[in-house]
């Protein structure tokens, strides 16, 4: 079954104002991490964040972890067009498997 | 240089026809992997090799074969394509298999005709 599920599927914003995704999951994790793609291409990798943290910033990312909800938020500031890109989540709770959500659409009107 | 790197990039086929895509990967890692991305974006993983060995496979008709001749190449091979094979095909590598850091391949769009 699919381990994480963003929301919202997709977001439209300006530039300028944040975005922030959501991503909840079911079972129990080692690392919860975050990747963009753009359109046409592969998947990149953003930002790892372990069980045991709360809270992780990369540049104008910040990823939030509360494991007692079984969630997590990505959370783009001063957002510009060339952030918009399909971000997904993705979890290590089944196996030694990393399992992506849907993804959620993110549009950056300039 | 492309860390990891998968052809080709486009693939329109008919049905019946066997086709394959190779993948290889200059990062020196221990494992590979094989997602298919579908219309909806949603990506599953196929098949997983840790050292050439097979480590993950996922419940896929046994059309698809992965190859890994070594650990920096894995090929996947698809026999009598369907319609429904038509998706995208990352090819992926990681050092470990639990849990780390994925770099991916650009995909190769296969459709089905």
């Known amino acids: 079954s699919q381990q994480g599920e963003e929301d919202p599927q997709a977001l439209s914003i300006q530039e300028g104002e944040n975005a922030t995704m959501n991503c909840s999951y079911k079972?129990?994790?080692?690392?919860l991490q975050w990747y963009r793609q753009n359109s046409g291409r592969g998947l990149v990798h953003l930002i790892l964040?372990?069980?045991?943290?709360r809270e992780k910033h990369s540049g104008r990312l910040r990823v939030t972890l509360d494991t007692s909800k079984k969630s997590s938020s990505l959370l783009i500031t001063a957002s510009r067009a060339a952030d918009t890109a399909s971000y997904f989540c993705?979890?290590?709770?089944?196996?030694?498997?990393?399992?992506f959500g849907a993804g959620t659409i993110l549009r950056v009107k300039s | 240089d492309t860390a990891v790197s998968q052809t080709p990039k486009y693939l329109v086929t008919q049905m019946g026809n066997d086709k394959s895509i190779k993948c290889e990967q200059n990062?020196?890692?221990?494992?590979m992997y094989w997602y298919k991305q579908d219309s909806k974006k949603f990506l599953k993983i196929m098949f997983s090799?840790?050292?050439?060995?097979?480590?993950i496979n996922e419940t896929v008709p046994n059309r698809f074969s992965p190859k890994s001749p070594d650990k920096a190449h894995l090929n996947l091979h698809i026999n009598s394509l369907e319609l429904g094979d038509s998706a995208v095909y990352f090819c992926?590598?990681?050092?470990?298999?639990?849990?780390?850091?994925?770099?991916f391949g650009e995909g190769s769009w296969l459709t089905v005709v």
């Open positions: 990062l020196g890692h221990d494992t």
């Open positions: 090799y840790n050292n050439k060995e097979l480590i």
């Open positions: 079972t129990s994790i080692n690392n």
């Open positions: 964040i372990r069980s045991n943290e």
């Open positions: 992926a590598s990681s050092q470990g298999a639990t849990g780390n850091t994925i770099y």
């Open positions: 993705a979890t290590d709770g089944n196996g030694n498997k990393l399992v």
